[in-house]
């Protein structure tokens, strides 16, 4: 019985559990009883992260497409077919006919290597990754303002804050481990607010809770900082010293008094000045957000007034005080530092920016491209014309971006399409050739958590028979592509990685095992920084952008009367890849349903069960109803996770205009009963028996 | 008493090298991190003696998270009863509490062979506790610091040299054949161990009566608004099933490969889910998290005692530290005594 | 009950299928070959099991007095029902029991017998009521109302006339009225005032869905008949069917060892509430 400590594959929280192995079969998990996150305790998808990994379902060996139909294939004959095929496209098309779609589910090595191969090997920009459809808003957002993108304080600072401001994240079910010091804060006294039009857990111990609409987050921010700035609670020191800009900042906010910002919200104006007053009026407060303020068309703005409500109040810069958006995936902020990103290479550095591409041609021996290239979703845009092949590292994009069946109908136009995953994902049924990759406990690397703390994987058991680390994978690719890649283990190529990224300079395998280093670490001396932007924001001065609201893209109509939002739930993981190969978390959440309000329900004649069609101008699913006052009048809500009932064939591909990020919280829909088809009739059978 | 003996620490480490060339040694280990893990033991140097507390209880030794029980073919089936011999070092009265009551659980009439194969070759040597932690409440429950039956070997660590004490034949049996290591105790020792335990009564910082709480809530005292305010804070994790040293739930799954191969194995489970008594047609019997809140606090409280004559808790406090929504079950039993 | 499959406690025993039979487009019957040494009572289940699918409680709907085989019944509901459904004779079905306490029928002995059943809840009484009238002579009046859905949904409608032909007082009844049905209508509930039997004396056998057993057992109580008499069998979710895996407890009791057969008394003596 051996016990090895990692790093939990699922949220960005990023919590040390321990891998217990007999006989190279995992036998349990259990919490890190130290770590700074999780402190003994572990969510329900940790302490079941393990079923998977030995699940009878992995994949074993490569497969090949040949006439529609997958073969059997071996390591050679697959990495050599993809190589020739990407260097045919190349050859033909050019590089920037490829695209790369990295990981936030592999290690930090492996996304620098992806970026590398991009880069260097094929010599394309059209490198992204997930992050795109979940915090692109945050990296483009506080870079401009802030110059960093990046949770600023460390989880184990929330419990001694004073006042916690959550808008537009469910904590406890997705970031359980930081709801938990949510809730220990709470209980030593400090207040917490929590606005999102749903009632989430966290929500049931705010003192206060504002509902406003889907979609408001800039008019309810507006208005909070119309009254700072009316009642004199800014920090008039902090703007002068460390800001810019607050002039014409300033003007836009004057617009937003507070009977405007209560017509658009729908929150009682009395709520907004309560929360103004005790945001700024305490010192130690910290934001925290999440989807709910990225995933819109106007994702960047929402950043912006986040960060415009932290500088006017001067909640920067110190423990305990700060903004702190919450990463999704447990390696999204990695993935992004590492460079899996269009404009940037690891570090931030821009593609643009002479010198720094100067710098990564002269370590790679390649001249790298100056132009950034494709964004994800506009990858798939222009599937079949300008992007003739992709390469897919552990994403399922088929599930996980909106509209859907464009994203399926994108993929089948392409010449030659390589997914790399550890289960037969729905992209990867569409895949011309798919390589087995593995699991996080079987390989070695590091993962980069939501407070940026840099953590490191170990390897607990023999890879499943047939399958290859993602990194030995793109390395041997590499090789047969005419690049070669010599790493004998990852700590190799995060040692390139250091030398090429300046925040992650001193940020070395070796230095790693006592719950890892926080980035900002420049050099091998520097202990890593806990709190961000003391003294001096990372570009210099802080920079107010003046945001004026912009309602949804999509406003609801006569025919889609209800307005759409989509999350996740605490049992599943996004598109369920890893948590529907759990039997526990797959038998406690097996169907997709629509959370409906009861008066909602009540007016269409609705009780929970029944089956409904919930249709958009995009697409219909059909779902099971939960009939619950969680959800406001008006509004729907809908988890991601089920492929049966995958929610992204409604959803509304509106992009951000500067981060292209699809607003998924928002899109218009029409919800009506479905007649059981008698073949279900079994199905139902005894619970209407119940009546 | 003929089976209590001393041992000095000098001649620990032989001893249990000599044990370990006979059974898989498991005992209590430093991780790079700083916690207190059990796995095998490579250097026996490196094991931790001062009887530190450790997640996950050792019943996962007995009844581990994951257990493969028969692998089915076309050909035919196989049990996969687990029979590696094992010798635990280093575990603390609570759990050897635990384990006894596991036992009755496990064991009767019908006997859960999975367990019994593994408990038939794994012997504890239990360590009194002389430095509980601050979440621990054994001493109100008479599940420790120290235990008077039910152990194997049990040590007291007396400074330069354990008195241990047998237990039990398979406690004897491992001490047989090295006499030559152990002494016969002297009042000196005795005494000492007195002191030693003594003290550690007065470092608990916690004093529970389970009793109390379960009169009250048999009064019907406990009002179910308590118990939903409970359940609100409930995070669904399970972590308290799951760290529970007497929790015994599980969920048996097949797992089915190419031509009719699989496995069939139990994972533990949890009541605290509400998919945990789902039946067919999605009927939800303990569909609000506040039943299941109450079903396990009930278990514990008032259905071990009728059942087994003993509380379900042996104050190990581990759900203390796992639960994230600070419910556990001694903060309730503080919030209600 | 005692373990006396030396094997293991977990282990089924394989069951060949000598016939299926269907019942309704939803429902089976499955006859079983006996394994040798297998005793069983009316009430008892057995876990039926198929490797690579999962196990599921059935209880057993045969009489070992009157029938060579063991008797499932099984509807099509879930996963492991479902994978139960494509086997055909000749296939084997993993079995573990009897499992279970039995209906206690000798307590009937010289009173009145009153069964109720609600669709599938036919299965396990159907064991009793045939032992009944194998023993006939042991009891006084004895009743059936027996609640379908749909006509079609009637399970072993040949053999309730041969019931009726022994001298059981029969009602089949379907829940909404409908042309080609000649029997009664509406719930259960609504005909039990109606039976001739002696409620203060008599016993009771219940099974159906959950509300339909609260409703009868709720009306039998007010019309006289002792809670102690009123005795139903209960589901519930198992993994283990042997007191192990914990998820058929409910307040105190687990009902695959310490049922599934409840009295009235004992239900509301421990709170086993229905969902």
Redesign the interface.
């Known amino acids: 019985m051996k016990k090895i400590s990692t790093v939990c594959p699922y949220c960005g929280c990023g919590c040390g559990l321990y891998v217990h192995v007999e006989k190279d079969i995992i036998t349990g998990v259990s919490p890190v009883r130290n770590h700074p996150v999780n402190k003994g305790s572990l969510c329900v998808k940790g302490w079941n992260c393990f079923e998977f990994v030995q699940h009878p379902g992995r994949l074993k060996y490569p497969l090949i497409k040949k006439d529609g139909v997958f073969k059997k294939s071996s390591w050679d004959e697959a990495l050599d077919w993809t190589a020739e095929n990407l260097l045919k496209v190349k050859e033909k098309f050019g590089p920037d006919s490829i695209g790369m779609l990295s990981s936030a589910k592999c290690t930090n090595e492996e996304n620098f290597l992806m970026m590398k191969f991009s880069r260097a090997v094929v010599g394309t920009n059209n490198i992204d990754h997930c992050a795109r459809l979940c915090h692109s808003s945050t990296v483009g957002g506080l870079a401009k303002a802030f110059g960093s993108g990046a949770m600023t304080n460390s989880i184990d600072e929330i419990d001694s804050s004073r006042v916690l401001f959550v808008i537009g994240s469910n904590t406890t079910e997705q970031h359980p481990m930081i709801g938990m010091h949510m809730l220990d804060a709470v209980d030593r006294g400090a207040t917490l607010i929590v606005a999102d039009p749903r009632k989430t857990q966290i929500a049931e111990f705010a003192k206060i809770h504002l509902r406003h609409r889907c979609g408001t987050d800039v008019a309810l921010l507006n208005g909070m900082m119309n009254v700072i700035i009316n009642e004199g609670l800014v920090d008039l020191d902090f703007v002068r010293r460390r800001t810019e800009n607050f002039d014409d900042f300033e003007k836009i906010v004057m617009r937003y008094p507070l009977d405007i910002a209560e017509k658009i919200t729908g929150v009682p104006a009395v709520d907004i000045r309560r929360v103004a007053r005790i945001y700024a009026t305490e010192k130690r407060s910290m934001l925290f957000y999440s989807m709910g303020i990225t995933q819109h068309i106007t994702g960047v703005d929402n950043v912006r007034s986040c960060a415009n409500l932290v500088m006017l109040t001067a909640h920067i810069g110190l423990p305990m005080t700060g903004l702190n958006p919450l990463r999704g995936q447990n390696n999204v902020q990695g993935a992004c530092d590492m460079g899996a990103l269009p404009d940037v290479y690891s570090g931030y550095q821009k593609v643009t920016d002479k010198k720094a591409r100067k710098k990564f041609e002269s370590a790679w021996g390649a001249k790298l491209p100056s132009v950034p290239g494709r964004t994800l979703t506009e990858m798939f845009d222009a599937a079949g014309g300008e992007i003739r092949a992709m390469y897919i590292m552990g994403e399922n994009p088929v599930i996980s971006d909106p509209d859907a069946s464009h994203v399926t109908e994108a993929i089948k136009k392409l010449d030659f399409l390589v997914v790399q995953d550890i289960f037969m994902s729905d992209t990867a049924e569409l895949a011309s050739v798919v390589l087995p990759a593995v699991t996080f406990a079987e390989k070695d690397g590091t993962f980069t958590n939501t407070e940026r703390r840099v953590q490191k994987l170990k390897k607990a058991i023999r890879p499943v028979c047939g399958a290859m680390p993602d990194w030995r994978i793109i390395s041997e690719l590499s090789k047969r592509m005419g690049y070669e890649m010599e790493y004998g283990a990852t700590h190799e190529i995060m040692e390139e990685a250091a030398l090429l990224t300046p925040s992650y300079g001193g940020i070395l395998h070796h230095r790693l095992n006592n719950f890892g280093l926080q980035w900002p670490c420049p050099g091998i001396d520097h202990s890593g920084t806990t709190f961000m932007h003391r003294k001096a924001f990372t570009k210099g001065m802080g920079s107010f952008i003046p945001i004026d609201f912009v309602p949804p893209a999509e406003p609801v109509d006569g025919d889609y009367p209800f307005i759409l939002t989509t999350g996740r739930i605490s049992f599943h993981y996004h598109t369920g890849t890893m948590c529907r190969r759990t039997s526990t978390l797959e038998r406690e959440e097996p169907d997709c349903f629509v959370e409906i309000n009861p008066a909602d329900a009540e007016s269409l004649g609705i009780k929970t069960h029944d089956r409904l069609s919930v249709s958009s101008r995009r697409g219909e699913i059909v779902v099971n109803a939960s009939v619950t006052d969680r959800t406001p009048e008006g509004i729907v809500f809908i988890p991601f996770h089920f492929r049966e009932a995958a929610v992204n064939l409604i959803t509304n591909p509106a992009l951000d205009p500067t981060a292209k990020i699809p607003e998924y919280k928002v899109c218009a829909v029409n919800i009506a009963p479905v007649v059981p088809k008698p073949d279900e009739e079994g199905k139902f059978f005894s619970r209407r028996e119940n009546r | 008493m003929k089976d209590e003996f001393v041992l000095s620490k000098t001649n620990l480490p032989y001893w249990l090298r000599q044990l370990r060339k006979k059974a898989d040694l498991i005992g209590p280990l430093r991780s790079l991190n700083g916690d207190i893990i059990f796995s095998s033991i490579v250097n026996i140097h490196e094991m931790i003696l001062d009887c530190p507390a450790s997640i996950p209880s050792p019943k996962e030794f007995l009844f581990p998270q994951k257990e493969e029980m028969y692998k089915f073919s076309q050909k035919g089936v196989n049990t996969l009863n687990d029979n590696g011999k094992r010798i635990i070092f280093g575990v603390r009265s609570c759990d050897i509490s635990a384990i006894a009551l596991l036992d009755r659980f496990y064991g009767g009439l019908l006997e859960d062979d999975f367990y019994m194969s593994r408990r038939r070759n794994t012997c504890f040597i239990s360590i009194a506790c002389n430095n509980p932690d601050p979440t621990c409440f054994c001493s109100g429950l008479g599940t420790g610091p120290a235990l008077k039956t039910g152990f194997d070997l049990q040590f007291t660590d007396l400074g330069d040299r354990y008195l241990v004490q047998a237990g039990s034949r398979e406690g004897l049996r491992m001490i047989n054949g090295f006499m030559h290591l152990f002494l016969l105790p002297e009042k000196a020792d005795r005494d000492d161990q007195y002191e030693v335990l003594l003290s550690s009564q007065s470092i608990f910082e916690k004093r529970i009566t389970l009793e109390n709480v379960r009169q009250k809530i048999l009064a019907g005292k406990v009002p179910d608004s308590f118990w939903e305010s409970v359940a609100s804070r409930c995070f669904e994790c399970g972590g308290c099933v799951y760290e529970c040293p007497l929790c015994t739930c599980f969920n048996v799954i097949d797992w089915k490969e190419k031509d009719n191969k699989g496995t069939r194995m139990r994972l533990w489970d949890t009541c605290m889910f509400k998919g945990f008594t789902k039946m067919a047609g999605n009927v939800l019997p303990a569909g609000k998290k506040i039943m299941r809140t109450k079903r396990w606090y009930f278990h514990k409280l008032l259905y071990y005692p009728e059942q087994f004559g003993r509380f379900g808790c042996v104050g190990c406090g581990r759900c203390t530290i796992t639960c994230p929504g600070r419910i556990d079950i001694a903060t309730i039993a503080n919030k209600l005594d | ?3 006396k499959n030396k ?5 089924p025993v394989d069951a060949k299928i000598n016939d299926v039979i269907d019942l309704t ?2 429902v089976k019957l499955y006859k079983l070959r006996k394994p040798q040494s297998f005793f069983y009572s009316p009430g008892q289940f057995v876990m039926a099991s198929i ?5 599921v409680p059935i209880s057993i709907t045969s009489t070992s007095e009157i029938h060579q085989d063991i008797e499932l019944c099984i ?4 996963f492991v ?1 479902s994978a139960l459904h494509r086997l055909n004779p000749g296939d084997s079905i993993g079995i573990r029991g009897p499992l279970g306490n039995r209906f206690p029928f000798e307590d009937a002995y010289g009173k009145d017998v009153l069964f109720i059943a ?2 599938i809840g036919i299965a396990p009484l159907r064991s009793l009521i045939n032992l009944v009238i194998e023993k006939r002579k042991n009891f006084g009046k004895i009743a059936l109302i027996y609640g379908s ?1 749909t006509p079609t949904e009637v399970l072993f409608m040949p053999e309730t006339q041969n019931w009726k032909e022994n001298g059981i007082d029969l009602t089949l009844t379907i829940d909404v009225e409908c042309k080609e049905w000649e029997c009664s209508f509406g719930l259960v509930t609504e005909h039990i005032n109606r039976q001739s039997i002696s409620f203060e004396s008599g016993y009771a056998f219940i099974c ?5 057993i609260n409703a009868a057992m709720h009306d039998l109580s007010l019309l006289g008949m002792p809670a102690e008499n009123i005795i139903t069998t209960i ?3 198992m ?2 069917g ?11 009791r687990y009902v695959c ?1 310490d049922g599934p057969v409840f009295s009235y008394a004992e239900i509301r003596e421990f709170g086993m ?3």
């Open positions: 009950m005692k373990n094997k293991g406690l977990y282990l487009p939803d490797w690579g699918a999962g196990e509807r099509k509901a879930g029902t609600g669709g859905k159906g869905p959950h509300v339909m589901e519930a979710h993994k283990c042997v007191g192990k895996c914990g998820h058929c407890y409910s307040d105190g060892t509430a229905s969902p």
